[in-house]
């Protein structure tokens, strides 16, 4: 019988990785852990003799995970700054491998890097590809009934496990319909996401449109190319050769 344990993955990381909080680094290994805690991306565990025990303070707080077991929290202070139960150990955890090391919460700190190169979300996982590639395929977009996009120049987007995306170019995209937003968002393996909201007559759509303005280089066909979003509202229907797109 499977046992909750059994259903954590870890492998090592061949990857130097480094924590920065409040100007300081609390952490700098060669020897971090790749930790799948659920099934869609990993977490890193560092070495505890790798991470700045000085800046760590125990925490009374504890919790108990059915995978990994009990877990001891330690607060991050640094600067004069603080981060309350911004790490955790699981001193005696059914997953050996997890003794020994440090679960940072990747929001506690203000900065992680993957050898000279900082990385946003979460690890980036070595089982994810993204190909974008150039397509002649017509794909429009419909908004509460109105054609706000149609082009047979999009880029479309395959990424391991998540539905496809289509990029279009802004010259085949209403911009009248428009209405920029402050929302951002990042992703570890494409950069910072900008928003727009669609406007139709009275109708507004917010933040159903985004785009990379600088992605990061494995994702650069994608610069300046505009998406959409349609899990976020029903009435956006992507169609592709006027079939609509599929969920994945």
Partial sequence: METPAARVKVEPSPKRVRIV????????TTRALLVWEGPHYPQYYVPIADAR??????????????SRGNARYLTLRAGGREAVDAAWEF?????????????????????????????FVHPR??????????SSRLVQVRLFGELV?????????????????????????????????????QCPYKGTASYHSVRVGDAVAEDV?????SPFVESAKIAG??????????????LVDGTPAAAR
């Avoid at 025990?53 to 059915?66: F, K």
């Avoid at 120049?153 to 279009?168: H, I, N, Q, S």
């Avoid at 190319?225 to 992507?238: H, K, S, V």
């Fill in 209 to 213: 449109v985004w785009h990379y303005p």
């Fill in 225 to 238: 190319l505009l998406a959409f979003w349609p899990e976020r509202e029903p009435a956006l229907e992507i």
């Fill in 53 to 66: 025990s000085d800046l760590l303070v125990p925490s009374e707080h504890t919790s108990r995970s059915p």
């Fill in 91 to 119: 001193p005696d955890s059914p997953v050996a491998e997890l003794r020994g090391h440090l679960r940072f919460e990747w929001s506690a700190a203000d900065h992680w890097f993957e050898e000279d190169e900082e990385v």
């Fill in 125 to 134: 996982s070595p089982y994810v590809r993204i190909d974008a590639l150039r």
């Fill in 21 to 28: 909080f409040a100007g300081e680094i609390v952490a700098d």
């Fill in 149 to 185: 996009a149609e082009s047979s120049r999009a880029t479309l987007l395959f990424e391991t496990g998540l539905r496809t995306r289509y990029y279009l170019p802004p010259t085949d995209v209403r911009l009248d319909l428009l209405v920029p937003s402050a929302t951002t968002s």
